[in-house]
């Protein structure tokens, strides 16, 4: 198992899920038992973008693991990398509107329209971008579909005018990392939305766990919104580092089981409200007890966090652990 | 004129040596990964409180947030600790930066807001909600204006130091 290989497996959740999950959606607007479905697509959705993060990610090492070997172009890896970071920005923002409306399902708050409105527009978007960044990427190297070799003359008209809105990855690059202030103040910010989350989503586990028992529980949901622009906010900084220095990251264990620990965190989200923990606290009182299976998912979610952290602050005494055989 | 020659002379301790060049994952990473999780729990706490005091999840009731305290003073005590083991690791790299001195008074200003708010809004259990509110809402406002700013000095700590050791 090398980078290109983890790259080519992980590159058909967020272009196929994503279709699936459009699908989902148009079929929900048709009507029938459309509240599972729609929030199945959501939920797909949420998933696709977790899932968009490794993938993009293992495209450095990928690059890295071919960018010698005879017949791969440099020009077609950084057009099909510029498709990627477009992709990505549309997959994020699809998946985070989804999860603001998986959010509001889950009280008694009418969904507004507009959000799904946003859902269906951004997710057609992503769709189609992911579909561009599918065949930039097959162009790389598959032969057999008698691919261009230089990505100046062949692309398709569509093709040209999505070119425009896709950055050079080196330029990109270099933006990122041309400031020691712009790194500061994106690291700093990254801290912001670490306390944004730790603080909202630790008050709640810790309710759930016990402490604090006088504060009702339904309350303590409603700042789960702080919890997801704190996510969103390290989410976008640490995109935006990768970028700028991403074999650095790419080369590093700590990076990497960091990412598997918020893919996790994923898992235990969806656990926490699929398999019912989270209706049996919402209702809790002051002085109530939680049952002990939603104990568990919040001991598992402080204790994910907290990797999280732990293994982000290790990222830097972990560099060039992972050594690439040539 | 270099810098104190004291800051030498710590730095030339065993320890500060071992904390500083160890290869060991229980040194200075890890003492910096605890100053992190002290971060996340005072920093933290405080902002859901704060916030709390400026409107925010209304349904949530005010008194039992005194609890929290107790998460945002061991808070505190950790990176009080490791910030000086921190500090003992780099003392030039620490004691000769401008913005280090900066982050310490900025910190000194939010914990005496942090009192502040101990005492006079969660101290007295005779005070309705609306009482608690109308005397926290601006400290709970310049809390969090200091703790993000104590964040910002801390991180750029990174970015601003003129030695990263005593100058040879």
Known sequence: MNFAHLHLMLNHFPIIGTIVGLGLFLVSLAGGRAEDLRRASLIVFVAMALIALPTFFSGTGAQGAIKKLPGVSESLIERHQGAAMLALLFMEITGAFSLIELWKSQGAVRSRGWILSFVLLFSLVTVGLMARVGTTGGDIRHPEIGAAQDAGTEDSAIGKIVSRFEPSPDKFAELMTASKWWWAFMMDLHFVGLVLVIGTIGILDLRILGFAKQIPIAPLHKLLPWAIAGFGLNLVTGVLAFTGMGAYYTYDWAFWFKILAILLLGLNVAAFYLTGAFSSVVGLGPGEDAPPFAKFVAASSLFLWFAVITLGRYIQSFSDTIVVHK | ?168
């Open chain 2, 1 to 168: 004129m270099g810098p104190p020659a004291f800051l030498q002379a710590i730095e030339n301790t065993g320890f500060s040596t071992w904390l500083r060049e160890s290869e060991s994952p229980f040194a200075f990473y890890f003492i910096l990964l605890f100053h992190t999780f002290g971060l996340a729990l005072l920093v933290g706490a405080n902002v859901v409180v704060d916030l709390r005091l400026l409107g925010v999840a209304r349904a949530i009731p005010l008194a039992p947030l005194k609890q929290f305290f107790r998460i945002m003073w061991i808070g505190f005590a950790m990176n009080a600790i490791t910030g000086v083991l921190l500090v003992i690791a780099y003392p030039t790299k620490s004691l000769t930066n401008r913005n280090f001195y900066f982050k310490l008074t900025v910190i000194a200003l939010a914990v005496s807001v942090m009192h502040k708010l101990k005492t006079r809004v969660f101290g007295d259990a005779s005070l309705s909600e609306a009482e608690m509110t109308a005397r926290g809402a601006a400290l709970a406002k310049w809390s969090l204006f200091l703790w993000f700013g104590a964040i910002a000095a801390g991180r750029l700590l990174a970015y601003t130091y003129k030695y990263l050791t005593y100058p040879s």
